[in-house]
């Protein structure tokens, strides 16, 4: 569309913004495998800047990011499927989260890692929700 128009749509916008929000959630859960190392080699990280306030600020981030999922599913006129999937993707970051424990590297890792469950869900959401 926007090779079409020359302008870059309102769900275009929305999912690029939702996909900040997301980066900001799993890369803080990524940089806390290593956290110690970064502090001692002077590295700047999210981890490190919030610290003991990660929990709150990485479950901030992934709830930023679903609210502008909704909105770009709205806004695209994607189905009901869409949303449906969006809801379990939801659970499934839910659970995740809560299973994520910020001083175990192989923990932040496997936490990381289901990032990719999390935006295949999301992925198929799209799908279904604009071809069923």
Same mark, same amino acid.
């Given at each position: 569309m926007s090779a079409v128009t020359g302008t870059l749509g309102l769900p275009a916008v929305l999912l690029y913004s939702a996909g900040i929000f997301w980066t900001l959630g799993y890369d803080t859960i990524y940089a806390h495998q290593d956290m110690h190392d970064d502090e001692q080699a002077g590295i700047k990280s999210? =981890?490190?800047?919030l $610290?003991?306030?990660?929990?709150?600020?990485v479950a901030l981030?992934?709830?930023? !990011? /679903?609210?502008?999922?909704? =909105?770009?599913?709205? $806004?695209?006129?994607?189905?009901?499927g869409y949303f449906a999937l969006l809801v379990? !993707? /939801?659970?499934y970051v839910a659970i995740?989260?809560?299973?994520?424990?910020?001083?175990?590297?192989?923990?932040c890792r496997a936490r990381f890692k289901s990032n990719r469950d999390f935006g295949l869900i999301v992925l198929f959401g799209m799908l279904i929700g604009r071809f069923l």
């Open positions: 999210t =981890a490190r800047l $610290a003991g306030r990660s929990p709150f600020w981030f992934y709830a930023m !990011a /679903v609210i502008l999922l909704v =909105a770009a599913g709205w $806004a695209a006129g994607l189905g009901r379990f !993707a /939801v659970v995740q989260l809560s299973q994520w424990r910020m001083d175990d590297p192989a923990n």
